[in-house]
């Protein structure tokens, strides 16, 4: 039944005219590599305007059934994750489905070994910077000191401290905030999802840092700001998380308003 599914999914792409994109994986491992990270990050670099709607994975024939089925799950989570970060938009309602190693295979194994993201070109919309449609600036005017307010849209490469290009125009509102409210002294805080004990490299301080430090080298005095990492230790959801949605409210940058 997924054989006749996957053909029929294949006659569909053709009609419809999507795109997709196929990257590889490494024997029975669901990281991205090298070299997988380098085509998704080629095939996304001119597309900055599309939605994904499928994301399947697979697996060659080694192993069980039910455990080709769990690792092609997790090598979409982890594409799922990589485009996340990258600010690639995804449809809340996108179809994830692992294959394992019930398809038509190819002769050669490590062709077998993949994920397949299927895409749309949407039409560039302006960005949504918050999460009530009023602007940085308005929020922090009303502001009270130990009032958090989230940084929408701050999306970062996959487990680094790299901001990726789209997030950009949040860094600069931050700064022209800070530059108009000269008596404005915050805290950037940092946290992460998805980790079952702690922030093993300590990610959260390092991308709070990174704000930190953006703002620092546009003229913003130091003794302003401050940056702190929380890791797992203050989710917005419990950990681990029920779902994708939940995964990305917890992965997050705020600022505490220390003085306003």
């Known amino acids: 039944m997924k054989k006749i599914l996957l053909l029929l999914f294949f006659i569909s792409l053709k009609i419809s005219a999507q795109?997709?994109?196929?990257?590889?994986?490494?024997?029975?491992?669901?990281?991205?590599?090298?070299?997988?990270?380098?085509t998704l990050d080629n095939a996304i670099a001119n597309r900055q305007n599309i939605e994904v709607s499928k994301i399947y994975g697979f697996c060659d024939w080694k192993g069980s059934n039910s455990y080709n089925d769990t690792l092609s799950l997790k090598r979409v989570d982890e594409v799922w994750h990589f485009l996340k970060n990258k600010g690639i938009r995804i449809r809340d309602d996108y179809e994830k489905r692992?294959?394992?190693?019930?398809?038509?295979?190819?002769?050669?194994?490590?062709?077998?070994?993949?994920?397949?993201?299927?895409?749309?070109?949407?039409?560039a919309e302006?960005?949504?910077?918050?999460?009530?449609?009023?602007?940085?600036?308005?929020?922090?005017?009303?502001?009270?000191?130990g009032d958090k307010i989230k940084l929408q849209n701050i999306n970062?490469?996959?487990?680094?401290?790299?901001?990726?290009?789209?997030?950009?125009p949040v860094l600069y509102d931050l700064l022209c905030v800070m530059e108009d409210n000269?008596?404005?002294?915050?805290?950037?805080?940092?946290?992460?999802?998805?980790?079952?004990?702690?922030?093993?490299?300590?990610?959260?301080?390092?991308?709070?840092?990174?704000?930190?430090?953006?703002?620092?080298?546009?003229?913003?005095?130091?003794?302003r700001l401050s940056f702190k990492g929380f890791g797992i230790s203050d989710p917005i959801y419990p950990i681990p998380e029920?779902?994708?949605?939940?995964?990305?409210?917890?992965?997050?940058?705020e600022i505490m308003i220390v003085e306003n």
Do not use: W
Request: charged share 40%; net charge positive.
């Open 19 to 38: 795109g997709k994109i196929e990257i590889f994986f490494d024997f029975d491992k669901y990281d991205l590599n090298d070299a997988a990270v380098e």
């Open 156 to 168: 970062f490469h996959n487990n680094s401290a790299v901001i990726v290009a789209k997030s950009k």
């Open 182 to 223: 000269p008596k404005l002294k915050i805290e950037i805080q940092g946290h992460i999802c998805c980790q079952p004990e702690r922030d093993v490299n300590d990610v959260s301080t390092a991308r709070a840092r990174a704000i930190y430090m953006f703002l620092i080298r546009n003229k913003i005095d130091r003794k």
């Open 98 to 123: 692992g294959f394992g190693e019930d398809f038509e295979q190819s002769k050669v194994q490590s062709e077998n070994r993949k994920v397949m993201v299927v895409f749309e070109e949407v039409k």
């Open 126 to 145: 302006k960005p949504i910077r918050n999460d009530d449609n009023r602007i940085l600036s308005e929020k922090v005017k009303t502001a009270k000191r």
């Open 242 to 253: 029920k779902s994708e949605a939940e995964a990305d409210e917890n992965r997050r940058v």
